[in-house]
């Protein structure tokens, strides 16, 4: 019966505590605030058109996903690359506008940001049209960094669509 006893009671108490204590608001604040800053920084690496500083803030995973347009287009850090090194490999910069933006702390390594804007995108001389877009990104920190694990962008919706 001591053999059985001890076991349960262990199990018993490792069950009741609290894997990940509730984070303060100062807590929260702060990992909001350096997650926001990362995305700040993303968007600069962007708009200087620096592709390959661009992706160093995606997780080197083969779990990493990228989705365009509600659908899910390259799992892995090697074949996300794919998608962006072609188009950007003329472009000298980008001018990007953000509108809106929200960072919501899902956990203590695990974040949201969510971002509305605009850009258009220099060809060595040649400007895009101007393009709305929306961008979302699962943060994760693992090994002492912050990275991108999930991330969507997309056009938004059509505003004149009333489900929306």
């Known amino acids: 019966m001591r053999r059985i006893a001890f076991p349960l009671v262990l199990l ?55 989705s365009r347009n509600g659908m899910t287009t390259e799992r892995g850090h090697a074949n996300l690359g794919r998608i962006p090194r072609p188009g950007y490999g003329g472009v000298t910069s980008m001018d990007i506008t953000i509108r809106s933006s929200e960072t919501i702390v899902l956990a203590r390594n695990v974040a949201c940001t969510m971002v509305g804007g605009m850009h258009t995108a220099d ?20 090994e002492g960094e912050w990275k991108i694990h999930v991330m969507h962008v997309s056009p938004p919706p059509d505003t004149t669509n009333k489900y929306w």
């Open 12 to 66: 018993a108490a490792v069950a009741c505590h609290p894997v990940d204590a509730q984070l303060t608001d100062a807590q929260e604040a702060a990992i909001s605030d350096e997650v926001s800053a990362l995305q700040d920084e993303f968007w600069d690496a962007l708009r200087e058109g620096d592709i390959e500083r661009g992706m160093s803030y995606y997780y080197d995973s083969p779990d990493l996903t990228f």
């Open 123 to 142: 060809f060595q001389g040649s400007t895009t049209p101007e393009q709305s877009f929306l961008f979302t990104a699962v943060w994760v920190r693992g």
